[in-house]
């Protein structure tokens, strides 16, 4: 999160760390008492490799009150993701068990219905990704408000050049922006999860490339069908 501020603690306790070999690679959220979403390019670099997920933390070090490590029994990438662009830009992870819900871990609900936020909603996103252009990882969760771009603006020629669909969406990215780690983590209008992180061009806090999310509510049928596929 570049130009943001630390979280209050504990405030945002739908928030994940996806984890490997206890180093923080990417963001995500609580949906479910065993599942998590998050983003489908996390699994990129991880030849292989189940995630980790930590709940309930503010401090990626620090021993803290209900903060515990579950460990992935399923992750499912959107069939439609891929390397080559930033469709369908999402992973849901069962938990080996469900995750014990308390003060610092509890589930964000999710939009369902398929409408556009307006532009200029104020809408925030938190993650434990780099906090300045030096790539700076903090310990803390960091966090920032950012207002809805409309698509339209997203995709002029000299921004994301009309490849912001409509199962995605775009918030101001000048100075103020999302980066590396961030990925997987909500974007929060009015208390429901509207979107999900997207590394899109990996350019961070530069106002011609605006941040991209992927957008919940066209994909809550599919989220739906693997949890219960997944629950049995
Ligand atoms: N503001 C939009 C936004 C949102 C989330 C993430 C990012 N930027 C990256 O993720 C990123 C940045 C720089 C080098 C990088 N290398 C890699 C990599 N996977 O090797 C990712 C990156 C950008």
């Known amino acids: 999160i570049l130009g943001g501020y630390e979280a209050k603690p504990h405030l945002k306790p739908y928030m994940a760390s ?23 390019h996390c699994t990129e670099e991880t030849d292989g490799k189940m995630f980790q997920v930590l709940l309930g933390a503010h401090s990626l070090t620090e021993p803290e009150p209900h903060k515990r490590l579950y460990r992935v029994r399923a992750q499912i990438p959107h069939p439609g993701s891929n390397i080559h662009n930033n469709k369908d830009d999402l992973l849901l992870l069962q938990l ?31 993650g434990w990704g780099t ?58 209008c009015n208390g429901v999860a509207e979107g999900v992180v997207t590394a899109g061009s990996r350019v961070c806090g530069n106002y011609k490339k605006p941040a991209i999310y992927t957008r919940i509510a066209p994909y809550a049928a599919w989220i739906d069908g693997v949890i219960a596929a997944g629950d049995g």
């Open 96 to 126: 080996e068990e469900e995750a014990e819900l308390n003060a610092h871990v509890q589930v964000l609900p999710v939009q369902r219905e398929d409408r556009d936020v307006a532009p200029d909603t104020v809408c925030e996103v938190a």
């Open 18 to 40: 996806l984890q490997l070999d206890g180093q923080h690679i990417c963001g995500g959220f609580l949906i479910a008492k065993q599942w998590v979403l998050s983003a489908a």
């Open 131 to 188: 906090i300045n252009h030096s790539g700076r990882r903090p310990d803390k969760l960091y966090q920032l408000e950012r207002p809805v771009l409309s698509r339209d603006v997203c995709n002029h020629r000299t921004r994301h050049d009309h490849t912001i669909t409509e199962k995605m969406m775009c918030t101001d990215s000048r100075r103020k922006d999302t980066c590396k780690g961030d990925s997987g983590g909500p974007l929060v």
